[in-house]
């Protein structure tokens, strides 16, 4: 039995993002999208029920990384978990991930079975 959780998916390209939402709405889940870490900061204090977010680590202007050093400062206890989708798992990026609250990483093209029982997890918890 699935949680319904709303996810967040924060990526600049539409394809990526059409596929998640696919996955994630077939699974019952609703599903808000921002195509760059400036919009998914806005949607991140405008979404009351939100329990994930994805977000692609490499986008223009705002990347995923920088998008949750900004969102640190305006929730110091955010109530949702994070996931990071990327085709960079390097060490480095893992590690600042990780210091940020990052619970996840997925890695481009993602498993939708894998994606699926990860976000089952998270949310089951929160």
Do not use: C, Y
Not at 3 to 15: E, Y
Not at 68 to 91: G, N, R, V, Y
Not at 92 to 116: C, M, Q, R, Y
């Amino acid at each position: 039995h699935w949680n319904m959780a709303t996810i967040l998916i924060v990526d600049d390209s539409k394809t990526v993002r059409r596929d998640l939402r696919e996955t994630l709405e077939k699974a019952g889940h609703k599903v808000v999208e921002a195509d760059s870490g400036t919009a998914g900061l806005k949607l991140m204090s405008s979404t009351p029920d939100l329990k994930l977010v994805i977000s692609d680590v490499h986008m223009a202007n705002m990347g995923g990384l920088e998008m949750l050093k900004a969102a640190k400062e305006k929730f110091p206890a955010w109530p949702f978990s994070i996931f990071m989708l990327t085709t960079d798992a390097t060490a480095g990026v893992k590690n600042e991930g990780k210091e940020l609250g990052v619970s996840a990483w997925i890695l481009k093209p993602f498993d939708s079975t894998k994606l699926l029982q990860a976000i089952a997890k998270v949310t089951a918890a929160k």
